[in-house]
């Protein structure tokens, strides 16, 4: 059982920046895949990154590319999201998720992550 808790949300303005982290209890975060998820009202949870295991490999849709950054610290048992040029279309509840996975392997749908956090609020103003 792995329990997962989300931290780092909060109001921001567009083109600010914020670090969102996800702390994990147990003592095999470093056999999780990695990914982050967000949803808006009204809305389906949408993919924003993942990460390998090792942190090695990482992916995330074009509409996150080049802005946002995902990284795992294992010794810490912590994953990160780092968002820079936020904007209001990035205002959701983050949702940070582990998967058993193989070496080298990530996720993108939420199908295939076995755990999850309670969501982090994230507020773009314009």
């Known amino acids: 059982q792995v329990q997962l808790v989300e931290s780092g949300g909060g109001l921001v303005q567009a083109g600010g920046s914020l670090r969102l982290s996800c702390a994990a209890s147990g003592r095999t975060f470093s056999s999780y895949a990695m990914g982050w998820f967000r949803q808006a009202p009204g809305k389906e949870r949408e993919f924003v990154a993942a990460?390998?295991?090792?942190?090695?490999?990482?992916y995330y849709p074009d509409s996150v590319k080049g802005r946002f950054t995902i990284s795992r610290d294992n010794a810490k048992n912590t994953v990160y999201l780092q968002m820079n040029s936020l904007k209001p279309e990035d205002t959701a509840v983050y949702y940070c998720?582990?998967?058993?996975?193989?070496?080298?392997?990530?996720?993108?749908?939420?199908?295939?992550?076995?755990?999850w956090g309670q969501g982090t609020q994230v507020t773009v103003s314009s």
């Open positions: 998720a582990g998967a058993l996975s193989y070496s080298g392997y990530y996720y993108t749908h939420p199908k295939n992550y076995d755990y």
């Open positions: 990460i390998s295991r090792s942190g090695g490999t990482t």
